[in-house]
């Protein structure tokens, strides 16, 4: 059977996966009367809770004899270790854009990608149906960018349609709003050519996804580079350098039929295939017929630019909800993640106790805490911290990022003036219609931590923020952090509502009536800068005597509850984020405030 192998990209909330649940549909691949989840491909469970796709997946689809394998990427800049490998197993590529947003960072950064390994995009306008759709300025928007990343004349050369994924047509005619996905089955077809391998070399294979199963154990997936591989033939795992990692045989192979992985008896090259068997080989190795003996060369990763502190949890209520809490647990499962998402490094740090993880952004180790925690863990994160670099003359760098910012007019200001403090520099205003002004800025990561929370509020939740990481820059120097000190419980025991009271003008609170809590733990926002250790605990002295309004009622303002992102952007230096599967607390590194006092101290003379 003839087939094609193609990517969908764009930036998160473009439509992707909600276009690839329209090709499912539309190609009969599920049953008119099955019952299917809308956005089928986020499997995930913190994929359907947050709309966005994490993880990078195959499916296929078969059109008028012609089997078409779809890859369907994530749209966030960090989970961009996922695209880049995925980009070397297909021949083509659909660039969805949205029809008002325009080609934005994340677009950018993987249509790079896609153009430099000599793809031929395919550029589709999604959403046409949109009432503020701006389908001319986009399209010219979409050629600037390609010029900008040096696309040759050919891939300038792209063929257009204009579609709405959630009503399920596509058009060459942008005025067009029914129809079928048929136009688009019928471009990729006549625009991506079939894989053009040897079928009769010696069978290789790299790996660029790595998943596991609780019957088959590692799972393997990748394209066929070349050559035939049928099931129980022996086979080997190379590194990059060529040295052989083990030899083992090809147990099981599944083909991707629709949202199934499906056994099959042989896969011939251009197949994207799984592959069971193998117990130590891992992504970016080539599997191979023991005669080849050089590896398939895979894509170079952007290198982290962010790293947190994974601990074990040493708070007072350690152990009580989670089942996962010591070491050598977070050990193994951190070394788990680290073998299938190749943009995450982990190292142990010398107490053993905790483990340096480094990844592509907040976002990213964000969802692998959050996943975590779901699995029964219990950790101490610390603040994210950037990765600082040198140049060939022994200065220091640091990362930079390339922010846009959709922004009320009213707003812009204060967002403009927010930003320089934080050592950005504006590179582009323009209003973007619609009373909205995109500016765009290169911001060293630093200044950013944190910063998403506070963006949101000076916008009234109305501004939309997108980033991507740019280069290693000229260290910017001192940054200024968080302006507020915080409350700290001075001991351990529920928190009641007469202390709780008063307390409400100190600041914000994060905690409610009968919370547990413990020395050290944050408890709010000071309304100061300073730190103050205050005593949620106190209870009311008993009297014989009774005065008329002495025992009114304590109204409180129901406390400020962060998600574990908004946590992780707040807390200081000297703070962690406890996370248990229940829970989500803040609290000072050193829960003794002699200990406090003292590290303060070695800190100032230092």
């Not at 846009?404 to 204060?414: A, K, L, N, R």
């Not at 050592?423 to 950013?448: H, N, Q, V």
């Not at 005597?545 to 962060?562: E, N, Q, W």
């Amino acid at each position: 059977m003839s087939q094609r192998n193609i990517a969908i990209i764009a930036h998160v909330d473009h439509g992707k996966t909600t276009l690839v649940d329209q090709l499912f549909r539309q190609s009969g691949t599920f049953r008119d009367n099955q019952r299917v989840e809308e956005r089928a491909m986020d499997s995930n469970d913190l994929e359907k809770e947050r709309g966005i796709t994490i993880l990078a997946k195959p499916t296929s689809v078969e059109w008028n004899g012609i089997r078409i394998n779809i890859v369907d990427t994530p749209g966030h800049a960090d989970f961009g270790g996922e695209v880049e490998r995925i980009l070397s197993m297909v021949d083509g590529v659909i660039l969805l854009v949205d029809s008002s947003e325009g080609a934005m960072p994340q677009t950018k950064f993987v249509t790079g990608k896609a153009l430099a390994l000599g793809l031929k995009p395919i550029v589709v306008v999604n959403k046409v149906d949109r009432p503020d759709e701006r389908i001319q300025e986009v399209l010219d928007e979409v050629f600037d960018l390609f010029v900008t990343l040096d696309a040759n004349d050919e891939q300038l050369d792209f063929p257009v349609l204009y579609a709405s994924g959630r009503n399920g047509y596509a058009s060459e005619d942008p005025q067009r709003r029914e129809g079928t996905l048929e136009p688009m089955f019928q471009k990729i077809v006549d625009h991506v050519p079939p894989p053009a391998l040897d079928e009769n070399a010696p069978f290789s294979f790299l790996v660029t996804l790595l998943d596991r199963d609780n019957f088959l154990g590692r799972i393997l997936t990748g394209r066929v580079q070349s050559g035939t591989l049928k099931v129980n033939q022996p086979i080997h795992a190379l590194d990059a350098d060529g040295n052989v990692i083990e030899t083992g045989r090809a147990s099981k192979i599944l083909s991707f039929r629709g949202l199934d992985r499906v056994p099959v008896d042989e896969a011939k090259a251009g197949d994207i295939i799984s592959l069971a068997g193998l117990t130590v080989a891992t992504v970016a190795n080539t599997i191979a017929d023991p005669q080849v003996s050089e590896p398939i060369k895979a894509q170079p990763i952007d290198p982290p630019t962010l790293s947190m502190r994974f601990a074990v949890n040493d708070s007072p209520m350690a152990g009580r909800e989670g089942s996962k809490v010591t070491s050598r647990m977070i050990r193994d499962r951190l070394a788990r993640e680290a073998e299938s998402n190749v943009a995450i490094k982990v190292t142990e740090s010398e107490d053993k106790d905790s483990f340096e993880v480094a990844g592509r952004g907040e976002l990213q180790l964000g969802v692998l805490i959050e996943t975590m925690r779901r699995e029964g863990f219990e950790l101490g994160i610390s603040r994210p911290r950037v990765l600082f670099g040198e140049d060939e003359n022994g200065n220091k760098t640091e990362p930079y990022e390339t922010v846009v910012i959709d922004v009320d007019d009213e707003f812009s200001g204060t967002v403009v003036d927010k930003m320089n403090i934080r050592k950005a520099e504006m590179t582009d205003m323009r209003p973007s219609g619609g009373g909205k002004t995109r500016i765009t800025f290169s911001a060293p990561s630093r200044g950013l931590i944190g910063y998403h929370g506070e963006f949101l509020s000076d916008t009234r939740g109305t501004g939309i923020m997108n980033r991507l990481f740019e280069k290693y820059g000229p260290h910017k120097g001192k940054i200024e952090g968080r302006k507020n000190g915080v409350l700290i419980s001075n001991g351990a025991g529920e928190a009641n509502a007469y202390a709780l009271g008063p307390l409400e003008e100190r600041g914000i609170l994060f905690v409610g009536v009968g919370e547990a809590l413990y020395e050290g733990m944050i408890i709010g926002e000071n309304a100061k800068p300073e730190d103050l250790e205050v005593n949620p605990m106190k209870s009311k002295a008993l009297t014989n005597f009774r005065a008329s309004g002495k025992d009114d009622s304590i109204r409180l303002t129901p406390p400020k509850k962060m998600t574990l992102e908004q946590a992780i952007a707040y807390i200081d230096d000297d703070e962690m984020v406890e996370v248990t599967p229940k829970t989500i607390r803040l609290r000072k590194r050193y829960l003794d405030p002699n200990e406090r006092k003292r590290m303060s101290r070695a800190k100032a003379a230092a």
